[in-house]
Nanobody, 125 residues
Framework: VQLQASGGGLVQAGDSLRLSCAAS????????MGWFRQPPGKEREFVAAISYTNLTYYSDSVKGRFTISRDNAKNTVILQMDNLQPEDTAFYYC????????????????????WGQGTLVTVSS
């Protein structure tokens, strides 16, 4: 499985961005997909996840501002980010949790089997 994230950029506080993650693989519809971020100098943290049944999970810091969705026909997961704030500045990574090991806690990095490269989001004040 290969994951390709895109859509990062430089925006001002209050603006929106839409991140996309395109996945290879014929069984994308069975994957739970997650977004994580890593601010400069900090550890990677959970942002959002969506199960194969479209159940969604969000961190408290982004709930109400970010929306995760998936398009199984296009093997794509989207992270719509609204009302961005400077503290949202980070590299954003998409990840796939496949059923090979069973599904674990969607907020933990260790349960994800595949990771894409990061896309940088910078929010200026």
């Amino acid at each position: 499985v290969q994951l390709q994230a895109s859509g990062g950029g430089l925006v001002q506080a209050g603006d929106s961005l839409r991140l996309s993650c395109a996945a290879s693989g014929r069984t994308f519809s069975n994957y739970r997909m997650g977004w994580f971020r890593q601010p400069p100098g900090k550890e990677r943290e959970f942002v959002a996840a969506i199960s194969y049944t479209n159940l969604t999970y969000y961190s408290d810091s982004v709930k109400g501002r970010f929306t995760i969705s998936r398009d199984n026909a296009k093997n794509t997961v989207i992270l719509q980010m609204d009302n961005l704030q400077p503290e949202d500045t980070a590299f954003y990574y998409c990840a796939a949790d496949t059923p090979s090991r069973g599904y674990g806690n969607p907020r933990e990095t260790s349960v994800y089997d595949y990771w894409g490269q990061g896309t940088l989001v910078t929010v200026s004040s």
